[in-house]
């Protein structure tokens, strides 16, 4: 027997006009590339966002061809975010910081026809332009930056949305209809797409809002640092309109000062980003007073959360880290870190260690590790398998893709192999060991290179630190630290103290010799800030 339900499709048009009609006087803050604040209302964001609609046709953008956006966050971005799908169209959110070969790549793989593109970025096209096969025009988005001259094809955004007819033609859409493309950052082979439906993001909206994940809601003003050209920005946009959290956009200026005075100026409760953009706030906020005592919690994924971080944070400013997980191909949220009643009621000692992992799985993201064999292994928190997960907002498989490398990421039973070696503890909290790739094998025996890093950035005069192996004939792979001493700390650093401090966790033959530890200015980061391990190893081999 069936249920007697309403077959109710889950669609992208159905979170907009809750915006409409639930939160039409909650406002949409944007800080522009010239600095100035721009300030509108979900009202107005409603009406733009169905005159984008009709722009896009009268454009010729057709049912499930890709729009691609080349901008940093706002609420004009914002309104591409509803105007591309709600027409059935595509929107593939561009990662300005891509190498020139991968955007290319991209662009052309996704067959984008139309590019939107911020004023201020305008000049990072305009070498590519004529090697993008597919894109028959770039609009241009006025941030207050001059347009690129050399940039062909352009007409401006603004005046299109002017001579735009407010006409609410929403066609019925298929829940399983394409909604947007995110390529994976690539760090191994070609990037690979990640296609999310109507259904799979208004889900995931739904689970990144619940209570014991990030508990988004009207009450919220919420400064997403994380780019809307990565994993559509944690799914934060489609989260505010759902619930009518207050977004705050950052645009192009995501450093210390920029960022805390938005977070004071606002009223800022929440904000969502890696670590290497908190680790610089911190610094900052420890010198120049501001007022964060809004902020209920900051929202770290991409990379570990180092315990360092979540301490300092929590003891000189109150504020605390909800460490989350995901991937690209989870869109992206897996896992947030809440702490249950059980671990709330302890010493800080252990709560600290509960948050620094990355936390239980978000209703509806199933998880298991397993061994080399695909055996399941046991949630006793000290087994560490291959993490596998699967769920309604997770990929079945890769965009127009069969490379070896994108069908071995799937089970024969319908899993997601998530290529993170992990353990799973008896009352849920995931913890990532590492990458598979990254783990380090010395002397035999594997090496978590995050948990070596974690333990670095604990001390109290390293700013960043990453751990990389490097072939060598006794130890098979020996351990190689790059690192980032904090400021006025450069002088009372010596290696030796160092290797001596290591030895307080690590075992001799974990610890790198004095020639293996290299202290840098800065170490080099991929598009979506995380330390970039294939550069790092590039370099050693001599590479580049
Ligand atoms: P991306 O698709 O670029 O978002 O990268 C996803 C990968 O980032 C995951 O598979 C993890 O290896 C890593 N990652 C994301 N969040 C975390 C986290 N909180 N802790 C450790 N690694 C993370």
């Not at 305008?122 to 590519?128: D, M, R, S, V």
């Not at 705050?248 to 200026?253: E, N, R």
């Not at 007022?291 to 000189?316: H, T, W, Y």
């Not at 000290?382 to 965009?399: A, C, F, Q």
């Amino acid at each position: 027997m069936q249920g007697l339900m309403m077959d109710y499709s889950l669609t992208i048009e159905k979170i907009l006009f809750r915006a409409r009609d639930n939160f039409p006087y909650q406002e949409i803050i944007s800080r522009m590339a010239d600095e100035s604040i721009h300030r509108y209302k979900f009202i107005n964001f409603y009406e733009r966002t169905v005159k984008l609609m009709n722009v896009l046709r009268t454009l010729g953008v057709k049912k499930n061809e890709r729009v691609g956006t080349f901008a940093w966050n706002s609420y004009r971005h914002l309104e591409l975010y509803f105007a591309i799908p709600c027409i059935g169209s595509v929107l593939h959110t561009l990662n300005i910081r891509l190498f020139p070969e991968q955007l290319k790549f991209i662009v052309n793989h996704a067959e984008d026809q139309f590019i939107f593109v911020d004023a201020s970025l305008t000049k990072l096209l305009t070498p590519l332009q004529d090697e993008f096969k597919t894109v028959k025009k770039f609009i241009v988005m006025e941030d207050g930056a001059p347009v690129d001259p050399g940039l062909k094809n352009t007409v401006m955004y603004e005046e299109l949305l002017s001579k735009a007819e407010f006409k609410e033609d929403f066609p019925l859409l298929d829940e399983n209809q394409a909604a947007a493309l995110c390529y994976t950052s690539g760090t191994t082979g070609d990037p690979k797409g990640a296609l999310y439906s109507h259904r799979s993001t208004y889900l995931h909206s739904l689970g990144i809002c619940l209570a014991d994940t990030l508990a988004l809601s009207v009450n919220d003003i919420i400064l997403p640092v994380v780019p809307m050209f990565h994993v559509n920005c944690w799914g934060i946009p489609y989260a505010c309109c759902l619930t009518g959290s207050k977004p705050v956009f950052p645009g192009a200026h995501l450093i210390g000062k920029p960022l805390a005075e938005l977070i004071q100026n606002e009223k800022v409760t929440l904000a969502a980003g890696v670590p290497s953009i908190w680790n610089p706030l911190y610094q900052f906020l420890k010198k120049n007073h501001y007022d964060v005592s809004s902020l209920r919690g900051l929202v770290v994924g991409g990379s570990a959360a180092p315990r360092a971080m979540i301490e300092n944070f929590d003891k000189d400013f109150g504020v605390k880290i909800i460490h989350a997980w995901g991937m690209t191909e989870m869109s992206p949220l897996g896992t947030v870190c809440n702490l249950i009643p059980e671990i709330k009621s302890q010493d800080n000692s252990v709560k600290y260690k509960y948050m620094a992992k990355q936390g239980l799985g978000v209703p509806m993201v199933e998880m298991k590790i397993v061994d080399d064999e695909g055996k399941t292994l046991p949630k006793d928190g000290v087994s560490n398998g291959e993490l596998l997960v699967r769920g309604p907002w997770i990929i079945k498989e890769y965009y127009k893709t069969d490379s070896e490398d994108a069908k071995s990421a799937f089970t024969l039973d319908g899993w997601f192999k998530t290529g993170d070696i992990a353990s799973i503890d008896k009352m849920g909290y995931l913890e990532i060991t590492d990458r598979k790739k990254d783990l380090i094998k010395t002397r035999g025996e594997w090496l978590s290179s995050v948990e070596m890093e974690n333990f670095l950035m604990s001390h109290e005069s390293i700013m960043e630190a990453t751990v990389v192996g490097r072939q060598d004939d006794v130890r098979g792979e020996a351990v190689v630290v790059f690192l980032v001493p904090k400021e006025g700390h450069t002088e009372n650093f010596n290696k030796h103290t160092l290797i001596h401090f290591l030895s307080e966790k690590f075992v001799k033959w974990q610890i790198p010799k004095e020639s293996d530890i290299h202290v840098v200015t800065a170490i080099p980061k991929t598009s979506v800030g995380k330390f970039d391990k294939k550069v790092l190893r590039a370099q050693l081999k001599g590479d580049s």
